[in-house]
């Protein structure tokens, strides 16, 4: 088995502005990998380049084994492509937009409906719906629709996520997996860390550059150390507090306790002494189990100080 995707030292600039710095990582066929990070890290514009719409000022990527510029006709016609915004007709309904989309890729909606059946089940209600009248969740899952239609070997799915509720985002996610299964190789970017742990691997993007990528389980094994959790009845003086600890490298809100990163000095008994000597109630202070949010934080306190 091979790589469906693979970026060499791709650079991107716009200006003075350095979008893309040296990326490099590759995705092997059939995995549903992330690339994770906030707004900004240049993850659309790495997407430009995989969907050949854009450019590289240097280094090489190829996508389903094209090259993203000699050979982007073919990319073109082998990859399905979900960018941020909602990029569908809003005029046409639901039926209209999917005929167009498979048009454009000299297919029929007919011969390719069983791969986009799991996707569609609750669009097929009301096919003669304008897609301006869709809910968030059902744009998202035409947009996808489309994207499949013509049975693509690499699916390129950029924040397909952003703006959508809970539910439809948890549903959006059993149908990645579900295409995973069938063979299609998937690389969806997202600002949300909670989403990271559901891809097979992640590569981190910040400011450009990636600054870690692996397995979730591997990129967090060694967080369990000197991370700890916080917690009081007045929570937001304890994060005021708890950065005036001995030991205490950086703190942060996570969930409804904090997070502290802390040095080899660090001592929970003290600490909590401490706190509760400031006058904070019912402390807490125990050892946390860290994910990819922790491990991200980590890394982009690394760099903005560097």
Not at 250 to 274: E, I, M, P, R
Request: one cysteine or more.
């Amino acid at each position: 088995m091979g790589n469906a995707i693979e970026i060499d030292n791709i650079s991107k600039r716009y200006g003075k502005i350095k979008a893309l710095d040296k990326v490099s990582f590759s995705v092997p066929e059939g995995m549903l990998y992330g690339l994770i990070g906030p707004d900004g890290a240049g993850k659309s514009t790495l997407y430009n380049i995989l969907t050949t719409l854009q450019r590289p000022d240097s280094g090489k990527a190829t996508v389903a084994g094209h090259d993203v510029i000699k050979g982007r006709k073919k990319i073109r016609t082998e990859v399905g492509y979900m960018p941020e915004r909602f990029s569908l007709y809003p005029d046409l309904t639901v039926k209209e937009n999917l005929e167009f989309f498979a048009s454009l890729f000299g297919v029929q909606v007919s011969e390719n409906y069983d791969m986009i059946a799991p996707v569609m089940t609750q669009l097929e209600k009301f096919p003669n719906r304008r897609a301006s009248a869709l809910s968030g969740g059902m744009k998202q899952k035409l947009a996808l629709g489309c994207a499949l239609i013509h049975r693509p070997k690499v699916l390129l799915l950029d924040e397909p996520t952003t703006g959508v509720d809970a539910i439809s985002r948890s549903e959006f996610w059993t149908m990645l997996r579900s295409l995973k299964e069938s063979g299609i190789t998937i690389l969806v970017s997202t600002s949300y860390m909670d989403e990271a742990a559901l891809c097979e691997e992640v590569a981190l993007i910040y400011n450009g550059k990636i600054v870690e990528n692996g397995t979730p389980s591997e990129l967090t094994a060694h967080l369990g150390e000197n991370l700890y959790n916080a917690s009081a009845d007045q929570m937001y003086p304890l994060l005021e507090a708890v950065r005036e600890l001995p030991g205490v490298l950086n703190s942060y809100t996570f969930g409804a306790t904090l997070h502290l990163v802390t040095d080899a000095t660090f001592d929970v008994a003290s600490a909590c002494d401490k706190l509760s000597a400031s006058g904070l109630d019912n402390v807490k202070v125990y050892l946390a189990k860290g994910n990819i949010e922790d491990l991200f934080i980590r890394f982009c306190n690394i760099e903005d100080h560097e």
